[in-house]
T-cell receptor, first 116, second 110 residues
Framework: DTAVSQTPKYLVTQMGNDKSIKCEQN?????MYWYKQDSKKFLKIMFS???????INETVPNRFSPKSPDKAHLNLHINSLELGDSAVYFC???????????????FGDGTRLSIL | EDQVTQSPEALRLQEGESSSLNCSYT??????LFWYRQDPGKGPEFLFT???AGEEKEKERLKATLTKKESFLHITAPKPEDSATYLC???????????FGAGTQVVVTP
């Protein structure tokens, strides 16, 4: 009954490869997010989609491309992986974008990406 | 520039020894302050949302409070299972973008 699930949990790959991470939420939320947590444990927003529309696109290399086939799924594709991409990537979802107050976000358990 | 600072970085408590964690923020317009708990190898787990100064929320041994400049997470009579990293985050725009602090790692020993 996992609310926000990510696959894979671990991803070990060579530099230069292309990989994808998948995320699904069963909470009926409209908005989904990708975050990166680096070795210092800081969580930083990368992207957000609201009803399949990209609404947040932070300063992230073009090698990272999110895709949302429907509002319950948000995938992250990474081209030409580099050593600096090693991190934990978290997917999250929230009920909606409220114009006045933000709704809490619910997180998956992360995908640990290691580049050799 | 918006800033979120958490202190202390780490806190070691004896079981039953109450304490408080601080989250100070400098933002242009607060749309919500969030507390999360993160266990090793897991994603952040939502605890509380506070929207306006003076607001308080409670859950078991945890109580969160909010002023115009900071939020406190009070842990009353902690147990070893309260050991975790506690993260504070602020929302400042209508797009739902959260800015997180670096977290406070709490260890509660029996």
């Amino acid at each position: 009954d996992t609310a926000v699930s990510q696959t894979p949990k671990y991803l070990v790959t060579q530099m230069g490869n292309d990989k994808s991470i998948k995320c699904e939420q069963n909470l009926g939320h409209d908005t989904m997010y990708w975050y990166k947590q680096d070795s210092k444990k800081f969580l930083k927003i990368m992207f957000s989609y609201n009803n399949k529309e990209l609404i947040i696109n932070e300063t992230v290399p073009n090698r990272f491309s999110p895709k949302s086939p429907d509002k319950a799924h948000l995938n992250l594709h990474i081209n030409s992986l580099e050593l600096g991409d090693s991190a934990v990537y978290f997917c999250a979802s929230s009920q909606s974008r409220d114009t006045y107050s933000n709704q809490p976000q619910h997180f998956g358990d992360g995908t640990r990406l290691s580049i050799l | 520039e918006d800033q979120v600072t958490q202190s202390p970085e780490a806190l070691r408590l004896q079981e039953g020894e109450s304490s408080s964690l601080n989250c100070s923020y400098t933002v242009s317009g607060l749309r919500g302050l969030f507390w999360y708990r993160q266990d090793p190898g897991k994603g952040p787990e939502f605890l509380f949302t506070l929207y306006s100064a003076g607001e308080e929320k409670e859950k078991e041994r945890l109580k969160a409070t909010l002023t115009k400049k900071e939020s406190f997470l009070h842990i009353t009579a902690p147990k070893p299972e309260d050991s975790a990293t506690y993260l504070c985050a602020v929302g400042t725009d209508s797009w739902g973008k959260l800015q997180f602090g670096a977290g406070t790692q709490v260890v509660v020993t029996p």
